[in-house]
């Protein structure tokens, strides 16, 4: 039944309430090692109080507490009592209600990928031998199972993102915008996109070679990273592009307003590319990158892929010709009482506060 689910959440989902039931307990958590075998952080948890999130934040360096202990020897740990052991005593956690607990790494021949861990046994009884032994062969085929849905897992990933940054990569940004279009049009909302250029990157790539040319994208995508919203997405489009969508940047209906509909987001992103070091690593030294970008609306810019895409397309090589280091909105487009024209904007070092501010005088004037 394991081997049957690739999908690692519900893979530990059955495992944890299988475990729980071979041996009665009340608690149960699984604890996978990171990429690097130094931490071992929560996977899975059951019957324990609080947030969710928060018991999943748990992290235990290898080697320290029971569990890290645990995963460093390789060993299972069956303690029927606690307070008759002192050296793991000042280990135990006090959410615990229990004395006795079961702590076994799980692994795949001599590699130890994790550990699970059983405490709180029904009716306040001990973990025993026969409890060990009951989960000893399960745990086998669960360390196998798990294993197979971390690889398949690393596969997917590897599917969706760009090697060299860790973004996502084209393809997977084409499917992000087919379904941010499908799910904007159904519930009546905005979404801004920005397809971003490093300037003058050819220049540079030439100049001190392809490795320093990758050590500038992956710091590129870092800022990215660290500067767009939980809800956005950023891919790599291409060589030096970068693609991101920002959902819910809406204004009023039919309507965008500068400080309302997200073009203050890849202007914060211009804003950070501009004032950051990078570090040339052929030289050693810090060098200023600035990069330029052209946004497009969904839907008032188009409402297919390739219609939005082409708009930003558009007004990313206007930025491009008038100067680089901005990024190119195209059009202010006003509400249904505002009948003035529609014009072309860049935004560059003017502030977004300094554009609003020009609207609703403008609104005003014509009111």
Known sequence: MLKSVSNLEELTDLIVQASSDRVNAEKCSIMLLDENRQTLAVNKAKGFNGNQSE?????VKLGEGIAGLVALKGESLLVTDVSKRKNYQSKYSIRYNSNSFISMPLKVKSDTIGVLNLTDKIDNHQF??????????????????????????????LSLTDELTGLYNRRHFYKCLENEMIRSGRFDRHFTLAILDIDNFKYYNDTYGHLAGDSILKQVSEILKTQTRGIDIVARYGGEEFAVIF????????????????????????????????????????????ISGGVAIFPLDGKTTKDLISRADENLY????????KVY??????????????????????????LAARLTARKALSG
């Open 55 to 59: 018991i999943k934040s748990t992290k």
């Open 128 to 157: 025993t031998e026969r409890d060990l032994h009951s989960l000893s062969t399960f745990t086998s085929c669960a360390s196998i199972a798990i294993k197979n849905a971390l690889m398949f897992e690393e596969l997917q990933n």
């Open 247 to 290: 959902p819910e940047t809406q204004g009023t209906k039919n309507s965008i307003t500068s400080t309302s509909s997200g073009l203050q987001f890849p202007e914060r992103l211009r804003a950070a590319f501009e004032s950051h070091s990078f570090l040339n690593i052929s030289t050693g030294k810090k060098l200023n990158l600035t």
């Open 318 to 325: 206007h930025a491009k010709r008038n100067g680089r280091n």
């Open 329 to 354: 909105v195209g059009r202010i487009y006003p509400s249904k009482s505002d009948n003035s024209t529609q014009k072309n904007t860049t935004i560059s070092r003017n502030s977004i506060q300094k």
